[in-house]
């Protein structure tokens, strides 16, 4: 079975300061993979996602994230983080060929003035 | 381009009374989902449509939830009855087809007491 790996839980920053959250998968092929946001009472929004090629993926509001093969990782990048990105952020994996998303449990970020 | 519309967004009912919950997709999104969010975790598919059809209902307890999509576009989620451990929250999402991006509604809080 496939699953997906956020280990940290919540995260705070300091607005300005640049963020990164973690995900792993454990796949024995390389899936799809998605980056959510969710904001309070809100639903998802998809950020950004990887199918192939670069590896090094470009989203909105000035996200980004990397596959890395080698450590099964697709983690989610900011340089700069802004008060409005607190929110909760899920990684989504799909299988390749499949049709359904399977998300981690979450990372709450929390930024500081 | 108006989203996924779910209602209600919030509802409170006593255990073992019935609850409906109803989305309103994409205009022209062939593939609806369901999922469910419990508190501090991800959303975890419940049942996904193409057009009228249930493709995939593996992961809905048939004894107390049903769904319906009639004529293809609006769904209707029912538990009868509910239970505490019902509390949730109830996402709806369209896409265009089964692998296209999913774009979620804003959810539906259930409060069962």
């Known amino acids: 079975a496939q699953s997906v790996t956020q280990p940290d839980i919540h995260i705070t920053v300091s607005e300005g300061a640049s963020l990164e959250l973690r995900c792993n998968y454990s796949y024995g092929a390389t899936p799809y993979l998605f980056w959510y946001v969710q904001s309070p009472g809100q639903g998802l929004q998809l950020l950004l996602k990887y199918f192939s090629g670069d590896t090094l993926v470009q989203g909105i509001k000035g996200f980004e994230a990397e596959f890395k093969r080698s450590q099964s990782s697709f983690n989610l990048r900011k340089p700069s983080v802004h008060w409005s990105d607190a929110a909760e952020y899920f990684c989504?994996?799909?299988?390749?060929?499949?049709?359904?998303?399977?998300f981690g449990t979450g990372t709450r970020l929390t930024v500081i003035p | 381009e108006a989203g996924v519309v779910q209602s209600p967004r919030y509802k409170i009912i006593e255990k073992k009374q019935p609850v409906a919950f109803w989305c309103n997709p994409i205009?022209?999104?062939?593939?609806l989902y369901w999922y469910l969010q419990n508190l501090g975790q991800g959303p975890e598919l419940l049942i996904r449509y193409e057009n009228e059809e249930a493709v995939d209902d593996s992961q809905l307890p048939k004894d107390r939830f049903s769904a319906e999509r009639l004529k293809g576009v609006d769904s209707t989620l029912k538990i009868q009855p509910a239970e505490l451990g019902d509390s949730a929250v109830y996402l709806c999402?369209?896409?265009?087809?089964?692998?296209?991006?999913?774009?979620f509604g804003p959810g539906t809080r259930l409060l069962v007491l």
């Open positions: 989504a994996v799909r299988k390749t060929g499949a049709n359904n998303l399977f």
């Open positions: 999402a369209s896409s265009l087809g089964t692998r296209e991006t999913q774009y």
């Open positions: 205009s022209g999104h062939n593939t």
